[in-house]
C-alpha cells in the first residue's frame, strides 16, 4: 500500500500570502492519479486538482499543483480568507486497486 | 449538477452492522466508481470501497472481511453494509463519485455521522 505523508502538518499563514503544501508518497504514484482536496468544518471534501496539475471546475486559479514520481506540491498564491482550511492529497494505484489519503495539512490563519 | 445523499441509521450497537444507501441524482450511475469514505471525529479520510457496473467491487485490506457494497441501478442507488463495528468504525460516511479516468473523487455526499455504542 503506498502511504502518503503532508506536510507540514498545520501551517500558519495571513491572507494575501503564499501557502505551499507537500505530499510525498512512499513510492511513485502515477500523476494521473494524484488529486487534492479542500475540507472545511463540517462540509466533504472538495476535489481541487486532478491528474495532479489541472484544477477542477470552479477552482480559482490562485490553486495550482505540480509534482511527479513521489513528490506533490499544492500552491496556493494569494491566501483569501475562505481559503484557511484542511488540504488532502490522495492516490489512486490500479494494481491492486487501492485509494490512499495523505493525514492532512491544516492550513490556519496566523 | 451530480447530487449525492446519504441516508441510513445516526446510531448502532456494538457488533451490529451498519448500513447506509447513497442516492445519485443528476447522472448516470453507469461508469464510475460509486465509493464509501470514511472520517472520525477529528482524523483524517479513508477509503472503504467502491462498486462498478453493478457488479466490480473494491475493497480496502483493512475491512474487507467486513464490508459489502452493493447497487441498484433501477434507483440510482448504492449501499454499504459493515459488519461486527465496534466504537472504532464511528465516523462521518461519505459516499462519492469515483472517476476512472483520473482516479479521483470528483463528487461527494454531505456526510451522515454513524456512533457505534450501545
Known amino acids: 500500500e503506498i502511504v502518503l505523508t503532508q506536510s507540514p502538518g498545520t501551517l500558519s499563514l495571513s491572507p494575501g500570502e503564499r501557502a505551499t503544501l507537500s505530499c510525498r508518497a512512499s513510492q511513485s504514484v502515477s500523476s494521473s492519479y494524484l488529486a487534492w482536496y479542500q475540507q472545511k468544518p463540517g462540509q466533504a471534501p472538495r476535489l481541487l486538482i486532478y491528474g495532479a496539475s489541472s484544477r477542477a471546475t470552479g477552482i480559482p486559479d490562485r490553486f495550482s499543483g505540480s509534482g511527479s514520481g513521489t513528490d506533490f506540491t499544492l500552491i496556493i498564491s494569494r491566501l483569501e480568507p475562505e481559503d484557511f482550511a484542511v488540504y488532502y492529497c490522495?492516490?489512486?494505484?490500479?494494481?491492486?486497486?487501492?485509494?490512499?489519503f495523505g493525514q492532512g495539512t491544516k492550513l490556519q490563519i496566523k | 449538477q451530480v447530487q449525492l445523499q446519504e441516508s441510513g441509521p445516526g446510531l448502532v450497537k456494538p457488533s451490529e452492522t451498519l448500513s447506509l444507501t447513497c442516492t445519485v441524482s443528476?447522472?448516470?450511475?453507469?461508469?464510475?466508481?460509486w465509493s464509501w469514505i470514511r472520517q472520525p471525529p477529528g482524523k483524517g479520510l479513508e477509503y472503504i470501497g467502491y462498486?462498478?457496473?453493478?457488479?466490480?467491487?473494491n475493497y480496502n485490506p483493512s475491512l474487507k472481511s467486513r464490508v459489502t457494497i452493493s447497487v441498484d441501478t433501477s434507483k440510482n442507488q448504492f449501499s454499504l453494509k459493515l459488519s461486527s463495528v465496534t466504537a472504532a468504525d464511528t465516523a462521518v460516511y461519505y459516499c462519492a463519485r469515483g472517476y476512472y479516468v483520473w482516479g479521483d473523487f470528483d463528487y461527494w455526499g454531505q456526510g451522515t455521522l454513524v456512533t457505534v455504542s450501545s
Open positions: 443528476g447522472g448516470s450511475i453507469i461508469n464510475y466508481y
Open positions: 462498486i462498478y457496473n453493478s457488479g466490480s467491487t
Open positions: 490522495q492516490q489512486y494505484s490500479s494494481s491492486p486497486p487501492m485509494y490512499t
